[in-house]
């Protein structure tokens, strides 16, 4: 059912964004691949997907801090691979520290990164799926777009913006065939946790799997970070006519961080 189908992952060079990115390409959707890697590693990435998928790609590395590269990027990847069907704002970015010395800078970055980022993919791809009555807009929020934790102010207000994006967009949407959803993921493995594990186990002098077990253990029930495939596979079913009376919705994947 999928096969054909164009998909958009943002951040798509590392973590999540790579692991749905073959997890997609699996069923014969074409791929437009992108993340902050030069264009000649992203044009290698894009041609491995193609051989190894027998799928179209496209690669791009657009920074997303900037609104009209956003625009332009949409435009020429639809020009190339045709309207956009399912669209995976994922891209995202850390920082942690105390609100008091919290740099403005951080707190820009992740806002335009981690939320107005899919404010202005969303708007540029919907009309697409609106006139193919189809399409799937799947946000990667995180727990943090729930419930809070110390030091990550910029984090926690761009997580719980995107709820609030999605749940709009998802109202707007109900009625053309089109599904809006967040997905919730508690601790993930991937380089983007790698930091605050580095300064837990700095802190505490302990090895850096001790600090990782004593990361998740402090707020999941399950010991364990979940894999970035996990996720792809989540999104995966999203996608399927199955999912297609779940929209609007906020979805954990938390390890019960979040039933506490
Ligand atoms: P990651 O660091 O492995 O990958 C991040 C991706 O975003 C990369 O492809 C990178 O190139 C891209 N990116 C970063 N800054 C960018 C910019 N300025 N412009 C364009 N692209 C940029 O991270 P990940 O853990 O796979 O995170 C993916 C998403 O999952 C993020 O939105 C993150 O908040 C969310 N998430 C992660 C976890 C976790 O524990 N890892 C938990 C919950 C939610």
New binding site residues.
């Given amino acids: 059912m999928l096969k054909g189908k164009v998909a958009l992952i943002?951040?798509?060079?590392?973590?999540?964004?790579?692991a749905t990115a073959h997890i997609l390409a699996e069923q014969g959707i074409d791929l437009i691949l992108?993340?902050?890697?030069s264009e000649q590693e992203g044009a290698a990435m894009a041609e491995e997907f193609s051989v190894k998928y027998q799928i179209n790609t496209l690669f791009d590395?657009?920074?997303?801090?900037d609104a009209d590269a956003i625009t332009r990027f949409i435009n020429k990847a639809i020009a190339s691979l045709g309207t956009i069907d399912i669209l995976v704002n994922?891209?995202?970015?850390?920082h942690t520290e105390n609100i008091t010395t919290f740099p403005a800078g951080k707190w820009n970055?992740i806002i335009a990164?981690?939320l107005s980022?899919a404010f202005h993919t969303i708007q540029q791809c919907l009309p697409g799926m609106q006139k193919n009555n189809w399409g799937r807009v799947i946000n990667?929020?995180?727990?943090?777009g729930l419930v809070a934790s110390l030091q990550k102010s910029a984090?926690c207000a761009a997580?719980h913006g995107i709820v609030g994006l999605t749940k709009v967009v998802a109202l707007e949407s109900a009625e053309q065939g089109i599904t809006v959803n967040a997905v919730?993921?508690?601790?993930?493995?991937?380089?983007?946790?790698n930091d605050q594990v580095a300064m837990l186990a700095e802190k505490n002098e302990v090895s850096f799997a001790q600090a990782k077990h004593k990361l998740v253990t402090n707020k999941q029930a399950l010991p364990d970070?979940a894999e970035?495939k996990q996720?792809g596979e989540f999104i995966l079913f999203l996608c399927s006519d199955s999912a297609r009376s779940i929209t609007g919705a906020a979805l954990p994947m938390d390890g019960a961080w979040t039933a506490q």
């Fill in positions: 943002t951040g798509s060079t590392s973590g999540i964004g790579l992108h993340g902050l890697m590395n657009t920074d997303l801090r994922n891209a995202g970015i850390q970055d990164i981690n980022a990667v929020a995180s727990v943090h984090y997580k919730c993921p508690g601790w993930v493995d991937t380089p983007l946790v970070m970035p996720i």
